[in-house]
């Protein structure tokens, strides 16, 4: 791979290295802003992968992930995160450069990153001679332990870290259960954003963007509809497994109307031609608020009756 790269890609790649491994040192050692780094790692992985081949990209990401486990010093689930972030990234970036379709430019990154995660697990799972769920419940206990640590760090109420570590227990067992719909919820909002981050990098480069279509336009599948109904009698049955199945289809389904209720707000928007200023306050006030995330959820959901966007008049 590395004597296949040209060498003109090599500043671009050692470029693309040390801003992958600032987003990483930003995510692991500044936890106030560390969501954002989490956030925005597969960017640019995703940028440099769409602009440079796959074999510069290969060495680019290569080399952020050899630092990365230097820093980490170990082998964790952490690192095998961060890798995943990194992969996403790069496939992100390959179907970027390939113009495929939105849905597929979504799916098939979120898809190979959420199975590779999956066997990684299983296979840890064997290695170690523990139970998948077992592993599954460590994870989510360290990671409670280490928020509520940060909490303490933060200066939080002493009273409320003691709140929260009574509850520890029954947050850990509620988590565990739905992690399969917290998973990929979160993949698929991280590809999203890497997605339309990307556009905008591209955009400001000035190089040619992807075309995957008006995104102010975009509507989720007729077919989810029904599996909001299946989740929602799964919800209701008395057994505990269908509860939790029913559960998790609908976090997965909340997050794709999201996506659709957010193109909705996207068009008001851009009809109205809102100063970007205004827009910014307005998709960071949906971002925190969660009362405005929910309307938006509800946007994508009843768009597919009411056609807010009158899109269907306008074909007909």
Known sequence: MFLSVNGAAW????????????????????PILGFIGLLVLPLPVCYYRYKLDKNAAGVMMALS???????????S?????????????????????????????ILYPSAAVIGAGIMLLFIFSVHSHTDFGALIRLYVKQNLQMTADLYRQ???????????????????DTIARIIPGIVVMSVLFITWINLLLARSLVRFRGMPCPDIGDLTLWK???????????????????VPFLKITGLNIILILIMIYFFHGISVVSF????????????IILYGLIGIQQVFSIIVVGLGFFDMWLDFRKIKQTKS
């Open 65 to 75: 992930f050899a630092v990365m486990t230097i820093v980490m010093g170990e082998i």
């Open 11 to 30: 500043k671009d790649i050692i470029r693309g290295s040390i801003v992958t491994t600032l987003v990483f040192m930003l995510a692991v050692y500044i």
């Open 220 to 238: 989720s599948p007729e077919v989810l509809v029904w599996g909001a109904i299946a989740g929602g009698c799964l919800l209701m049955m008395p």
């Open 268 to 279: 008001y928007f851009e009809k109205k031609n809102l100063p970007r200023f205004v827009k």
């Open 154 to 172: 933060m200066g939080m109420p002493e009273k409320t870290i003691q709140t929260l570590s009574q509850s520890m227990q029954a947050i850990q």
């Open 77 to 105: 689930f952490d690192l095998a995160f961060f890798a995943g972030l990194l992969v996403l990234g790069f496939i992100l970036g390959d179907a970027m450069a390939k113009g495929l379709s939105v849905e597929r430019t």
